[in-house]
């Protein structure tokens, strides 16, 4: 009989705690949620005062209201899946750019330069926004990991992609000299993200 009590205890206590947590993670979203709290938090966070245009690829307007920088990596399971929600970010709203900065040193893996280089150079070619995005959605969504494929599909000129090897060396030592390490990194109007949104 004591057992039976103890479970029926257990159980209502854990019921009771189980619905308390719910409502607290409901109101910390809603709290999360709004405008002011995040800009509050935001502008807490370090800025990255070295942070211009003239470095990675850009999309979207020049005068866009707000500037999100991603740091990342080709080969980084994580930044694929950020992938997906910046780009459909970056369709809906006409209010935001997008800047992306690899952090890929030019003495990485065959890959993870390869498909760098590949970007960088579809970036520097005419129809840049289009072309670019057009990599970018190829390489994180169809053929992650797999460089025979994307080789396939986009075909450059060693030459063009060579020339690449400055501007990846820059925004390695960039990333390096702001302690910029882990991929993927967020940077919204040159602030970090906090811990919170992550």
């Keep these: 009989m004591y057992t039976a009590f103890i479970l029926i205890q257990t159980y209502i206590n854990g019921k009771y705690k189980n619905k308390e947590f719910k409502r607290e993670k409901y109101t910390l979203t809603r709290l999360k949620n709004r405008k ?6 935001l502008m807490q966070q370090r800025k ?4 211009t245009d003239n470095i990675g690829i850009v999309f979207g307007p020049s005068t866009a209201e707000y500037k999100i920088t991603i740091i990342t990596n080709p080969c980084c399971y ?6 997906k929600e910046i780009h459909n970010l970056l369709w809906s709203r006409s209010n935001i750019k997008i800047q992306i900065i690899f ?7 065959n890959m993870e330069l390869e498909v760098s280089r590949a970007i960088l150079g579809r970036a520097a ?7 670019s995005n057009e990599i970018l959605d190829f390489w994180f969504e169809k053929s992650y990991n797999n460089l025979s494929l994307f080789k396939k599909r986009f075909i450059f000129p060693k030459t063009i992609l060579e020339a690449q090897d400055n501007k990846i060396n820059e925004m390695y030592f960039w990333c390096k ?3 910029l390490y882990t991929t993927p990194s967020i940077l919204i109007r040159q602030f970090g993200i906090s811990l919170l949104y992550k």
């Design 78 to 83: 994580w930044c694929k899946e950020l992938h």
């Design 48 to 51: 990255i005062e070295s942070l």
């Design 177 to 179: 000299s702001e302690k």
């Design 125 to 131: 070619s005419p129809s840049t926004y289009y072309a």
């Design 36 to 41: 002011d709290i995040f800009m509050k938090i």
């Design 103 to 109: 952090n890929v040193p030019s003495s990485s893996s």
